[in-house]
């Protein structure tokens, strides 16, 4: 098994400086990069670990605080484990942190990020994949559709308002995404309607964008989070699967995990 180095950095960016975590193979060679967004709660344990694996493999991983101008991760105060009743109340103090974080301010931020990458050692030449949860998804394909040199693949699980009327709304990027795209969308999500992911799907392939979406059968919004209630083992372990196949295939061709 690799041995994973993790460390905690700071990414200058136009508006300040963003904490992030950064995860790499041990010994100092260059990697392939992944850049994750993570879902509303931010980093921490869970997220670090799940960057830990993805470097286990064989990549370099940098999670960022999303939420950077508001300080350091966690921006709000969160428990051990998140459950129905305790995710209410923190997505009152989230909800106007989550706006403030435009579109606008979100790509500027996904170019510092990139940039970052770009100049660290331990990341290899050539384009990055981008991995999105929950409102991370979005910003994901708003990132390849902004930046479709940099990008090659792009993996979001159980994304939110992917496909609305707002003219901001992430389908919207797909004439301008040149990476190949995974979705893997959660079954029972009020927050992504059927005909919202039939939008999406639409967008993509009129774009003649190279992509795979898929629902995840009984699996509720938030289902790769395991620090939180709407954690599935097994959609879990599908989008695990999905997302290394993705991976290997784009940014390590004929590589095994």
């Not at 079954?187 to 967008?203: C, F, H, V, Y």
């Not at 795979?212 to 209630?229: I, K, L, M, N, S």
Request: net charge negative.
């Amino acid at each position: 098994m690799t041995d994973v180095r993790g460390t905690e950095v700071l990414v200058p960016t136009e508006d300040g400086t963003a904490d992030a975590y950064l995860a790499c193979p041990a010994g100092g060679a260059s990697r392939p990069a992944v850049l994750v967004f993570t879902d509303a709660f931010g980093v921490r344990p869970t997220v670090r670990e799940a960057a830990d694996r993805v470097a286990r493999a064989g990549y370099t991983v940098l999670v960022p605080n999303l939420f950077h101008r508001r300080g350091p991760a966690p921006v709000v105060e969160l428990p051990g484990f998140i459950d129905a009743r305790a995710r209410g109340a923190i997505f009152q103090r989230l909800r106007p942190i989550m706006q403030e974080l435009t579109p606008k301010r979100a790509t500027a931020d996904a170019g510092a990020y990139l940039r970052w990458l770009a100049e660290l050692p331990e990341a290899a030449d050539g384009p990055v994949a981008l991995v999105g949860y929950c409102m991370g998804a979005g910003l994901a394909l708003r990132t390849a559709g902004a930046f479709p040199d940099r990008v090659a693949a792009v993996a979001g699980f159980h994304g939110g308002r992917l496909a609305t009327d707002d003219p901001r709304s992430p389908h919207l990027a797909a004439p301008r995404i040149t990476a190949e795209v995974y979705l893997g969308h959660a079954d029972e999500d009020p927050s992504l309607p059927p005909e919202q992911i039939e939008r999406l799907e639409k967008a993509l392939t009129d774009a003649g964008v190279r992509h795979r979406c898929e629902v995840y059968p009984g699996a509720a919004h938030g289902f790769t989070q395991p620090d939180t209630a709407s954690y599935d083992e097994k959609a879990d372990e599908r989008h695990w699967a999905s997302l290394f196949g993705l991976l290997d295939r784009i940014l390590r061709p004929g590589a095994s995990t």
